[in-house]
């Protein structure tokens, strides 16, 4: 009899892309062929997994509920991209409980690496756990929890800091210009590496002026911080190709492509409760083709070094590939 997984299974083996929005597979899948050479051992920097609820249950504080997404369908999106490397970053719905992402890696084996979420009551011993399994960072996830002012931020970063600083992991923050303005001396001083997710939360119709683009542009250009050119679609309203990301994306590559990633965001949760609706409502995953959102790469990075820089050097040299 064949079962969800096992036709998700025997996709995968296939190379077989599925359609979005099956009653096999509510998370995305490609629609659009890759275009471009993606080279040995490139790594998808940002996605998450979304367990079954009965066995990952959700944070009671979450701001909105995601559907499932699961490892099976991770592989087959990475399948079609022609990925072999993942990051899995907990989101801001499970809390500080990192089970979902251990879970998702564990699945994925050596080609994952996670991005945890903690607080002043995960244990030493937790991390050391984490550690091992494969998590090589914390995130900060002030822009979902809607903290933008620096007089909070400063100190969760520096506990965040004082957390990590004797391990060889970094800190990453989803969050704004603001922010990243109001902190920009604390991470010029961090001695742990700081990624800012999502183009640092640049707002692409703003252009490359707006105020706090140039602070990050000078913490990238110093080595400072990492950025994911990730979330293209939170970026801009610009779709399918959002043309107004080009000179964000194409300025943090000049200003130095040894500090930018790239990440699907798969699965692409939508982070905004309806009107109307709840925060325990489920909201759906938004449907982003993610082979055209990777076709963006080679407009964003024309050369070919620099795009291996992107998607294999600069990963395997944070992560520990």
Not at 135 to 153: C, E, F, K, M
Not at 196 to 207: E, P, R, T
Not at 255 to 284: C, E, F, M, Q
């Amino acid at each position: 009899m064949l079962t969800r997984r096992s036709i998700l299974l025997a996709s995968i083996a296939a190379g077989v892309t599925m359609p979005n929005r099956t009653a096999l597979a509510k998370a995305a899948q490609p629609s659009t062929p890759v275009n471009f050479d993606i080279p040995a051992g490139a790594c998808d920097c940002h996605t998450h997994i979304h367990g079954d609820p009965g066995k990952f249950p959700l944070f009671a504080g979450r701001v909105y509920t995601p559907e499932p997404a699961s490892p099976e369908e991770m592989a087959a999106l990475h399948k079609a991209l022609q990925i072999e490397r993942v990051v899995i970053v907990t989101p801001s719905v499970y809390g500080p409980d990192n089970s979902a992402t251990l879970f998702g890696m564990k699945a994925r084996g050596a080609t994952a690496r996670g991005v945890a979420v903690i607080d002043d009551k995960t244990p030493e011993a937790d991390l050391d756990a984490m550690s091992q399994a494969g998590i090589r960072g914390i995130r900060l996830n002030l822009a979902t929890g809607g903290v933008s002012d620096p007089a909070v931020g400063r100190p969760r970063f520096q506990a965040a800091v004082d957390r990590v600083k004797n391990r060889n992991w970094h800190i990453q923050m989803f969050t704004g210009l603001g922010m990243i303005s109001g902190i920009k001396d604390l991470v010029a001083a961090s001695p742990v590496p700081v990624v800012f997710d999502h183009f640092g939360g640049a707002v692409a119709k703003l252009g490359a002026e707006q105020p706090g683009f140039a602070d990050m542009l000078e913490l990238v250009r110093a080595g400072k911080a990492y950025v994911k050119i990730s979330g293209a679609y939170r970026a801009s309203s610009l779709a399918p190709d959002y043309a107004d990301v080009v000179p964000l994306a194409r300025a943090l590559i000049t200003a130095n492509s040894d500090r930018i990633l790239w990440g699907s965001d798969w699965p692409h949760p939508d982070s905004v409760t309806p009107a109307g609706k709840k925060p325990t409502d489920v909201t759906p995953l938004l449907q982003i083709d993610d082979g055209r959102l990777l076709n963006q790469l080679p407009v964003w990075a024309p050369d070919a070094a620099i795009r291996k820089k992107i998607l294999v050097d600069n990963p395997a040299r944070l992560y520990g590939f």
